[in-house]
């Protein structure tokens, strides 16, 4: 089974991650591994996952020059992750280094996604960075390069998934996170959707954090999401 929702690991403490893993069910879910967990803990919690049955996506955004990027894929990649990201922003001969890195995984090789516009992101702030095109159209060009240099898919918002798999076709794969039941708290997130929502958008894999991991109860909060994908 590969599961659409993807439980992203936010948490400062080993102990609380591994708890929560605990009573998880692989077939449901599969498991985010961030930039804060992975400095904290490192390949050792990832290896413990992928133990576990979990597929996991190391999410560490890899953007540097086309070698180390190259490189750095190789590596998570020995690691047996599912997926894993780099961003767009960091160019064609970026992607395509990475692309060309993974090639001899064959049957073991990880999804490669590109990150376009972080979901924390509105216009403002993306003009204070210097790109003064709508935000729309950034992520539209930035998930047309990712599709050109090779990748097999891009981290959106849910609200730019029906432009981008109009763009870059049906199975160019979406990753959206900012999914909110309408009772949670948005938290720093701007670009949010429902996980119904979401995938009536055409999102192929949901990635869901805090609703989940600052629940009281979250494998209530888990099963609760996990209802709202059902229509």
Partial sequence: MNPR???????????????????????????????????RWGTELVSWLIRRDFNVFLDLKFHDIPNTVANACKAAADLGVWMLNVHASGGFEMMTAAVLALEEYK?????????SVL?????????????LKPLATQVMDLAQLAKSAGLDGIVCSAREVRAIKNLCGVNFIAVTPGIRSETNAIDDQVRVMTPKNALQEGSDYLV???????????????????QEMIF
């Fill in 208 to 226: 869901v954090g805090r609703p989940i991991t600052r629940a009281s109860d979250p494998v209530m909060a888990l099963h609760l999401i996990l």
């Fill in 107 to 115: 049957q073991e090789k990880p999804l490669l996604i590109g990150v």
């Fill in 5 to 39: 929702l993807i439980i992203a690991l936010d948490y400062e403490s080993k102990q609380e991650a591994m708890a929560l893993v605990d009573s998880l069910d692989p077939s449901v879910c599969a498991l985010k591994v961030g930039n804060e967990l992975f400095t």
């Fill in 119 to 131: 979901t924390s992101f509105d216009s403002p702030q993306l003009e204070r960075i210097g790109v």
